[in-house]
């Protein structure tokens, strides 16, 4: 297992965290929450940025704060809301990590900034957001890493600068079958591309585990009218949530509804609303 | 470690144009006629200070965090500061004394040149424990709050001088006393095991507030 989080517990004042999740070698894992939700926490959490009041966190069989600066070689990292000292430019960049990673692949970090339009030359200050962060996954994918740790890599970018940064990860999985990735985001059609599984945390706490493709296909959210939910079959039920015309319903079996409720509204779900009726539905 | 220095070496060398300013109010300084050794002690603190600048160019914008997640340890960053201190406060001074030396020369004093020299070494060894005193709290604290917890330390620094000689008058007088009557070996010596003992002490509280640091 390349990470495990066994009910980690970190709590803020009223804002509690506990969660437990597991990255498998060679997979992307999403985690998919509103703003707020504890995705940050937990990646400063695996990070050792911040101590945890429970629980524990292995990478690659270590306590974070265990890790030796060889071990951390294997691991790049790029984090929302912070990266590299904005006084440096491009080319102290790559300097600065060819003396921290002994892996750092010079040429390829010079090309691949080439390609996404990051200037040598100038202080990152002056970068604007998508650069900056293209930079960060730059650096992160550069160096040989087992394990990349990315948290909220395409916010605030546009259509373009996301879509240029899931192909730059998508390639580095294709070339590096060994490698995982445990991503954030809460753009869900950004994990609905790239990850294998995905967790959902809300106000804290992971409220579901799934496979993408289970998540994409089998789920689903029916329409009823209040007279005819006492006959669904409940077992297949997940959520629900009261509307104007009856309950719409989060159900993990649409198929079933289908095959065996003709005439039933049974609309594909997406991870939005699979997320919505997780965190606001009533559990059935 | 090596990444570490390599990080604030290429810090510094995007700053070439604050370096340059104080290279230039260098040279006015000795073309003024202004004592060399307070050149020095000029050159060497502007160096020192850089370090503790480069603490906060971590900092700046939350680079800390992405910073911490690199392949280092927590206690070699403190380390390394240190490291760094004196390297760059040592290039600092290097270019003080040196300089200084090429003034002497344009004068044709050559007098007073191990005086010279044990001055510059005071120099560099009083403001390396001023460095060391600022590295914790830089650490601790970060720029803004750290100016004024510095401003706390001098006062209370003072004011415990202050009432140590009010309480016990002519305490002061009696130190002053006995180190008069050691040999100049002794007292260089008993300088040298005090100036390595705070910068000592310095490092462990500095490791231990990297250890324990939140981000």
Known sequence: MMLTLENVRKNYGDYSLQCSLRVEPGRITGLIGENGAGKSTIFKAI??????????????????????????????????????????????VAAVLKAFYRSFHEKEFADLCQRMGLP?????????????????????????????????????????????ILELLQQHMDQNNDCSILISSHISTDLEKICDDLYMIHNGSIILHEETDVIL??????????????????????????????????????????????????????????????AKGERV | ?????????????????????????????????????????????????FTITTINFDDYNKAGSFLFTLPFERKQYALEKYLFGILFGGMGWGIGVISGLISLKIKGNFSGIAEYFLSSAAIFCVLLCFLALMIPIELKF??????????VIWFALFGGIFWFSQMFPGGLGKFMQILSRLSQTAVIALLIAAFFLCFLISVGISVKIMEKKQF
């Not at chain 1, 900056?132 to 730059?138: D, Q």
């Not at chain 1, 029916?222 to 009261?242: C, F, G």
């Not at chain 2, 803004?144 to 510095?150: M, N, Q």
């Open chain 1, 217 to 278: 296909s089998n789920y689903g959210i029916l329409k009823v009218e209040e007279q005819d939910y006492p006959s669904l079959e409940k077992q297949y039920l997940v959520r629900r949530k009261k509307e104007n015309y009856g309950f719409s319903v989060l159900t993990d079996k649409r198929q079933f509804f289908l095959k065996n409720y003709p005439g039933i509204v049974a609309e594909k779900g997406n991870i939005d609303e699979v997320l919505t009726m997780m």
């Open chain 1, 47 to 92: 990070l050792n940025l911040i101590s945890i009041d429970g629980g524990e966190i292995r990478i690659m069989g270590e306590k974070p704060g265990k890790l030796t600066a060889r071990q951390k070689e294997a691991i790049g990292v790029a984090l929302q809301d912070s990266g590299f000292c904005e006084y440096l430019r491009v080319k102290d």
């Open chain 2, 142 to 151: 970060g720029a803004e709050k750290g100016r004024s917890i510095l401003l």
């Open chain 2, 1 to 49: 470690m090596r990444g570490l220095l390599c990080k604030d070496f290429h810090l510094a060398m995007v700053q070439k144009r604050y370096f340059l300013g104080v290279f230039g109010v260098m040279l006015f300084l000795f073309m003024t006629g202004q004592n060399e050794t307070f050149v020095i002690g000029y050159t060497t603190m502007l160096s020192f200070f």
């Open chain 1, 120 to 164: 040598f030359d100038k202080k990152i200050s002056g970068f604007s957001t998508g650069m900056k962060a293209k930079l960060k996954l730059v650096a992160a994918i550069s160096h040989d890493a087992k394990l990349l740790i990315l948290d909220e890599p395409t916010a605030g970018l546009d259509v373009m600068a996301r879509e240029e």
